[in-house]
């Protein structure tokens, strides 16, 4: 798969260093995968949630931190579109961000 952009990863990293490792554990999974629906998604990361208009949520480190990201199966993308800690996450809409 293709991620558009890493740097909201980098920039989250810079704030908050212990998700290092986890971060760049899941961008190392994902740029490996070759994902055409949600239960590919879900063999590689059991916990990942479908949250509607093509929008998935990540637990990070221990659920300590949420990633949601867009993923479009047919052309082979991933967009991130939100990362921040689980207080952050429950004060969004994770389907429409």
Request: hydrophobic fraction near 40%; glycine fraction near 4%.
């Amino acid at each position: 798969m293709r991620v558009i952009t890493e740097e909201p990863l980098k920039n989250y990293i810079s704030r908050y260093p212990d998700t290092e490792t986890a971060l760049q554990a899941w961008l190392k999974t994902v740029k490996k995968a070759n994902w055409t629906c949600f239960a590919d998604v879900k063999k590689d990361f059991n916990s990942v949630d479908n949250v509607g208009n093509q929008h998935y949520v990540f637990n990070i480190r221990g659920n300590n931190h949420r990633l949601i990201v867009v993923i479009k199966f047919t052309i082979k993308w991933v967009y991130i579109r939100f990362i921040g800690t689980h207080q952050e996450y429950d004060k969004i809409d994770a389907s429409t961000i």
